[in-house]
C-alpha cells in the first residue's frame, strides 16, 4: 500500500478563494482523521469519521470549513471562503479499529498558503 | 478542557540518553502514544502505552502512569537522525480521537 495520500501537496490561493484538500486512506482503515498544524497552535484535531461517518467534528474552527467521505477511501476537506489565518499544514491519517490497533498513519501534508 | 504539556524543546549529545516527559489531563483516555515528526513532515508512530509500565521498541522506551497522568519517553544512545519533534498524544478510544500535546523539539549535538 501507498500509505495516505493527500493532494494537493501545496496551495496558494488568495483569500475569499475556495480550497479543497483530498485525503485516500489506506486500504482497509475505517477511521479518518483531518488535522491542522501551526507553530502557533500544534497539531489541532479538526475533524474525525469512523465507517465514514463523521464522529466529532468540534475541533472544526467554523462554518467555512467542512469535511466529506464520500466513500470509504476518500476524504476531502473544504474552506470557503479561505482566509489567511487559514494557512497551515493539513494532514490526514488514518487508522483501523481492529482489535490491538492503536497507530495512526499520516499523509504528507498540504501546505496552504492563504495571501 | 484537555491538556497534554510537554517540553518544548530538549538538546543532547550523540550517544546520550534524554527523556521527554508528557503530562495530561483530558476528559477521555485509553492510552498514550508517542509520534516523530521531522522537519515537518508526515508524523511516524513509534510507542503506545495502554497500561502502566515501560514499553520498549529498541533505542526507544515508552513509560506511563495512569495514577499520575504522566508518561515520558526515553532515547538511549542518541543519534544525529534523532534530531526531530516529539509528540505525546492521547488516544481516547481504540481507532478513535488522538489528541496531540505541542511537540518537543530535540536537538542533538555531535
Known amino acids: 500500500d501507498a500509505g495516505v495520500i493527500q493532494s494537493p501537496r501545496h496551495e496558494v490561493t488568495e483569500m475569499g478563494q475556495e480550497v479543497t484538500l483530498r485525503c485516500k486512506l489506506i486500504s482497509g482503515h475505517n477511521s479518518l482523521f483531518w488535522y491542522r498544524q501551526t507553530m502557533m497552535r500544534g497539531l489541532e484535531l479538526l475533524i474525525y469519521f469512523n465507517n465514514n461517518v463523521p464522529i466529532d467534528d468540534s475541533g472544526m474552527p467554523e462554518d467555512r470549513f467542512s469535511a466529506k467521505m464520500p466513500n470509504a477511501s476518500f476524504s476531502t476537506l473544504k474552506i470557503q471562503p479561505s482566509e489567511p489565518r487559514d494557512s497551515a499544514v493539513y494532514f490526514c491519517?488514518?487508522?483501523?479499529?481492529?482489535?490491538?490497533?492503536?497507530?495512526?498513519?499520516f499523509g504528507q501534508g498540504t501546505r496552504l498558503t492563504v495571501v | 478542557g484537555q491538556s497534554l504539556e510537554q517540553p518544548s524543546e530538549v538538546t543532547a549529545v550523540e550517544g546520550a540518553i534524554v527523556q521527554i516527559n508528557c503530562t495530561y489531563q483530558t476528559s477521555g483516555f485509553y492510552g498514550l502514544s508517542w509520534y516523530q515528526q521531522h522537519d515537518g513532515g508526515a508524523p511516524t508512530f513509534l510507542s503506545y502505552?495502554?497500561?502502566?509500565g515501560l514499553e520498549e521498541t529498541g533505542r526507544f522506551s515508552s513509560f506511563l502512569s495512569r495514577s499520575d497522568s504522566y508518561g515520558y519517553l526515553l532515547l538511549q544512545e542518541l543519534q544525529m537522525k534523532d534530531s526531530a519533534s516529539y509528540f505525546c498524544a492521547v488516544l481516547y478510544n481504540q481507532g478513535g480521537k488522538l489528541i496531540f500535546g505541542q511537540g518537543t523539539e530535540l536537538s542533538v549535538k555531535p
Open positions: 502505552n495502554a497500561l502502566d
Open positions: 491519517a488514518s487508522s483501523s479499529q481492529l482489535e490491538g490497533n492503536t497507530e495512526a498513519f
